[in-house]
């Protein structure tokens, strides 16, 4: 109580000396009640991992080995445990043979967990650590089944409790992003099948260990919910200024536990996918699976940029130092093609990538926008360049709005997520009221001016273009089929859905012509498709202005009958489902 009653800070000191004092008076309860011979008394969970709050419950289990007789065991259970109810301390207990402590590990995933931290307190050490061992060993064995379930046990914790990042009543520990994915995190790198980014995961787990703590000195009670009426008093107990800087410090931790989960999750299933796959692999290679390597395969997605294993990693040719874009073409080429940004490319950008001048040159402030008008892919790019620092660096205000509580239940994110998904959201809104404007007037010259560069590699050639664009004006040039080439060669956007496109008729835009509207992904050939459909449609083209938002086309079309009248309303409308069926 004394130690409890203490003004010291939250801290691991405070948690440490808790647990210490917890272990020599359970160690004296042993003592005194004469233990048989093969028992051993041991702690599990937070308490195995010495983690105990002011208020946290006891974990114990008292081990036997099954040689003493069951009613002394039971006597020595009711000498340890009828103490530490009398004191009012929660208690989850059991008493066990090794076999019958891992029988249950076996059938129950939270078992297993708790005791993969088991610590000996008292008895026959030797015997706990032997179940310590063989636990870790039949997790290690099992891993390829048990992960699973335990990422089904995280998923249904987070669909449960929510997002601790974006609560503003969090549960500090089964919140998504909370001390118990800190435990899976734990567990996880006990499989040793993947690990964590540990990059502020050990300052993450302590924010929350300490807002836990405060928490519970606070309320005098074994709470884990961050409630309203509490925050100012926890905000006290650890120093902060007020309770929202307690809040951006929770949701700042709670972001990296998240972002590790996921990049950790994530590897799991990479591993474990490639596990499934060798026994089908030895058997088509007719040997051994480690008999032939398969040579590692790396699809360009721009330049600098490559697809591999799943991920959007950097080019062995991508030189960040002196490619100040890099960052930003790397997360927009990830986002639109609906992949993970790798966490090393993160890191090495974070670590190596030239500051971008000011002001910023074309080229960044398109990958910015095509990153943010990607859609919902875009939220997990963002996250990973935000886990290393480089949203920050990028644009520097926006320290002012990271990880932000907004005091509104009406709001869903802070204030720097509810910024990124309004991006998100806008990507998928079409109908924008054009100012693209009367179209030219009579006896204008057609001019075409071209700036061709290559999306990644080499620069093109210029005497090979300018002998296509001859051949395709004089009709020796296959259009269709090189573009379909290309667009078999053109890098798919996994598990991204594309937007329809979308064709509008904009009323009186025009006395000179009928004004037409294409928003459509964009796309190798999508022009062409588009002038394929206006030639069969036998409309004339007065002017065609084409411009491209990030990953989107937005093309405005002045057209006419031709004789230069304006098309009929019912003719236009037919025009627009033509084109739109082309561009399906």
Known sequence: MRLLQEKTPSGPERRTALARLTDDWLAALFAAAAPPQGVALVAVGGYGRAELSPRSDLDLLLLHDGSAPQEAVAALADRLWYPVWDLGIALDHSVRTPAQARATAAEDLKVQLGLLDARPLAGDTALA???????????????VRRLPELAELCRDRAERAGELRFLLEPDL???????????ALRAVAASWLADAPRDGLDTARRRLLDARDALHLATGRATDRLALQEQDAVAAELGLLDADTLLREVYEAAGIVTYASDVTWREVGRVLKARSARPRLRTLLGGRAGERKQPVERTPLAEGVVEMD???????????????????????????HGLPLSPHAVRRLATTAKALPVPWPAEAREALVTLLGAGAPAVPVWEALEAEGLVTRLLPDWERVRHRPQRNPVHTWTVDRHLVETAVRAADLRAVELPAELGPGPGSVLVLDWRVAAEYGSLPQG????????????????IPARLAEREAAYPRRRGVQAPPPRVTVAPAESRLATVLEVRAQDAPGLLHRIGRALEGAAVRVRSAHVSTLGANAVDTLYVTRPDGSLLPDEEAVDLARTLEAALG
């Open 173 to 183: 520990k089964e919140a998504r992003g909370g001390l118990r994915d800190v435990q």
């Open 310 to 336: 799943g991920e959007a990693v950097l080019a062995l040719s991508a030189r960040p130092e002196r490619d100040p874009a890099l960052p930003l073409r790397a997360a927009a080429a990830a986002a639109q």
């Open 129 to 143: 650590a032997a179940l310590r061992s063989t636990v870790l060993a039949d997790w290690r064995n099992q891993a």
């Open 463 to 478: 005497h090979r273009l300018r002998a296509d664009l001859l051949r395709a004006l004089d009709g020796t040039l296959d």
